[in-house]
């Protein structure tokens, strides 16, 4: 707002005055959390100089791309095949009808870094769009082509076959760091589905290939710079191909799937390292990224606090150490995180960033010291440390509430919730889906938008797009299975419904990103472009999660449609799927759930058997299987899905038992069984009897 640009919002008038003065349109895609937005926005959109060039010939529109996915998703195909570049901030040149025909990320405002300085490309296309307006909008007609042609999959169609998971899976394993973790070279992302795609086929399989694979990656990541050693959380990726020097924005997604990882591996290895780091993600989003007043999830804390600085907040220069602790606690902090006068930050040296160098073992050896010893000077430093960045000037909290991001949240603390017996977790997460499926009453749809960061601003009607319906519905489903409210079961399917007949493709096959445009409703720009997501970027897929939540509703309802559309959705990508390896990661998911047969546990009952029953049904660790616990007066058709209303109350021995658990496979259940260990035998043995590779 403080800027000298002429900045307008996406829609109809800027368009209109585009076109009345025939104008090009410079379209800037940025984040609240983005670094290189924000020195984009200091060089040059602060710029009187630039402002006046940008206000006299273009019509300047600025988009966040966390509030419009479906805007920066097709702007990011359009300038990636234009130049080959991709990524935030995202600038763009259009006709006044919004067809893309130049663009590109950061422009310096001095030629630099082997690009034209913005005030160069600006002059020079906005000549080019008066001098050679006929070669602009050939050029513009090739790019509407390529990005009709990205998401046209050919040769994706085909039948599906669980020799595609196999093909995935290969490709995660040859990408794999052995020495660092993780998959590739630097940046290095989390790649949070692939992890659990791989966990999981440990458990089934109890291959010590794969179980390498998912624990050095979660131990270096914890041990290294991407993860907040004082205040909890992960940041978004790692520079470096140690994970030691991150990129310092921390987003509410990334953690909501890490948590996800550690917990599963906690529970495939029994590892309590593991479960420490969920509850210290749970511990960061509690603190920063939790609306605990009102319940839901906010969307990031930036990486900086001003222009001028690079992660300065969550990094220390020796000094800075030694100022707030004693000199033992100094020591001790300084060997555990490799705390030197010359440190890992290139814009300054003397700043280091906190990773793991070395054991506390190794700490005691070297000071002489007992490992209890250096565990309390540790603790102690660290609380003093955090407290001392505390008061530091902070990087901006978006306090926006997104639907789609706040679900995948709410199923991770609710997946936390059940595995480590966190009960204010689990109730956080609950209000805060009360507070998501409230919205979606008050207004008749799910909104993509329920909150900004500004308190006393209205948000704006942006309707829910696939990913919004697709994670809410499997939140649902969680929240049922976490609760056996069958209202929650009742939401999903609501949802599930609904998401069937705004996005699915009865042509086709698969799901569109966004809604089917009703008669005479017209798209702006490129919006009209159908896309079908299929790859994780970096949240999971949503035609991928849609078919999670057909699938999942199916083992509860028996209902055909939702297995058929779920099929159909997989045989999109088929053909291709294992071209995409990593990024097709939550596409294996769901063929998972498609080629195994769904597994449920219900236990009946109160009191510690039941309790007992119920530790021992959820400690084993599947993507494909489901706990409900239930007490005597709910096992009644009235209060259970279609399938398990059959099935339960059938069991003429559930009573008689007293608590007991069924074990169901497909639609076929065992007799009850009392005895907790003999449970656990029975379902580590029906999770091994399926395995993928």
Not at 375 to 401: C, F, G, H, Q, W
Not at 511 to 535: M, N, V, Y
Request: hydrophobic share 40%; glycine share 6%; proline share 6%.
């Amino acid at each position: 707002m403080h800027q000298p640009i002429r900045w307008q919002e996406w829609g109809e008038e800027a368009f209109r005055q585009a076109q009345r003065e025939n104008k090009p349109i410079l379209l800037d895609i940025g984040a609240v959390w983005c670094h290189w937005c924000h020195v984009m926005d200091r060089e040059s959109y602060d710029s009187p100089e630039i402002a006046q060039i940008v206000n006299e010939r273009f019509v300047a529109i600025k988009v966040d791309r966390d509030e419009r996915p479906d805007i920066d998703s097709r702007y990011q195909i359009a300038v990636s095949s234009i130049s080959g570049q991709g990524g935030w901030p995202l600038t763009a040149f259009l006709t006044p009808e919004g067809k893309p025909f130049y663009g590109g990320t950061y422009f310096p405002p001095e030629d630099h870094y082997g690009r034209p300085s913005f005030k160069r490309t600006l002059v020079a296309i906005a000549d080019a769009y008066r001098e050679k307006h006929g070669d602009v909008v050939e050029q513009a007609k090739l790019v509407e082509s390529a990005i009709s042609q990205a998401e046209s999959f050919p040769g994706g169609k085909a039948h599906f076959s669980s020799t595609i998971m196999d093909r995935i899976l290969e490709s995660i394993l040859k990408m794999f760091d052995a020495d660092h973790g993780g998959f590739g070279n630097a940046p290095k992302f989390p790649h949070s589905a692939a992890l659990d795609l791989v966990i999981d086929q440990y458990v089934r399989s109890n291959d010590e290939e794969l179980r390498r694979v998912f624990v050095t990656t979660l131990e270096k990541m914890a041990r290294g710079g991407v993860y907040d050693h004082l205040a909890g959380g992960f940041h978004r990726y790692s520079v470096d191909q140690s994970w030691i020097v991150p990129h310092f924005e921390k987003m509410c997604y990334d953690n909501s799937e890490l948590l996800k990882n550690y917990v599963h591996a906690y529970q495939a290895t029994g590892e309590e390292f593991f479960a420490d780091v969920a509850r210290d993600i749970i511990r960061w989003m509690d603190g920063w990224l939790s609306d605990r007043e009102r319940g839901g999830f906010y969307a990031s804390q930036d990486a900086d606090f001003s222009m001028d600085d690079d992660g300065d907040y969550f990094t220390w220069t020796r000094a800075e150490v030694e100022a707030v602790l004693t000199p033992e606690e100094a020591e001790v902090a300084s060997l555990r995180y490799d705390v030197n006068e010359i440190g890992e930050m290139h814009h300054h040296p003397a700043k280091n960033v906190l990773y793991i160098r070395a054991a506390v073992e190794e700490i005691a050896r070297r000071l002489r010291l007992t490992p209890a010893e250096v565990e309390t000077l540790l603790a102690s430093a660290n609380e003093k440390m955090y407290a001392a960045r505390l008061k530091r000037p902070t990087p901006y909290v978006d306090k926006t509430v997104y639907t789609g991001w706040n679900a995948l949240s709410i199923s991770a603390y609710l997946e936390a919730a059940k595995v480590l017996g966190l009960d204010a977790a689990r109730q956080f997460a609950l209000r805060s889906l009360d507070r998501v499926l409230a919205s979606r009453e008050k207004s008749g749809e799910l909104l993509h938008l329920l909150a900004y960061s500004d308190p006393d601003a209205s948000p704006r009607h942006i309707p829910g797009g696939l990913d919004d319906y697709a994670f809410t519905a499997v939140a649902c489903l969680d929240a049922y299975e976490s609760t056996a409210d069958l209202s929650y079961f009742a939401f999903a399917r609501r949802i599930a419904d609904t998401m069937l007949d705004l996005f699915f493709d009865p042509v086709d096959g698969g799901f569109f990103d966004t809604a089917r445009t009703l008669p005479g409703e017209r798209s702006l720009g490129i919006l009209g472009t159908r896309r079908k997501p299929f790859q994780d970027s970096p949240t999971p897929a949503g035609n991928a999660v849609a078919a999670i939540a057909l699938l999942r509703l199916h083992g509860y309802t028996d209902d055909p449609t939702y297995r058929q559309k779920a099929e159909q959705t997989l045989e999109v990508l088929a053909g291709v799927a294992g071209q995409y390896g990593l990024f097709a990661a939550t596409y294996g998911i769901a063929g998972l759930h498609f080629s195994q047969p769904h597994t449920q546990v219900v236990v009946v009952g109160n009191g510690p058997t039941a309790a007992e029953l119920y530790r021992q049904a959820v400690s084993p660790f599947s993507l494909t299987k489901a706990v409900l616990k239930l007490d005597f007066n709910e096992v009644v058709p009235e209060n259970l899905p279609p399938v398990l209303g059959q099935t339960v109350p059938q069991l003429p021995t559930v009573r008689e038992h007293g608590t007991a658990a069924i074990l169901c496979s497909g639609f076929s259940c065992q007799p009850p069984v009392s005895e907790p260990e003999k449970l656990g035998r029975l379902l580590r043995e029906a999770l091994l009897a399926n395995r993928v590779a």
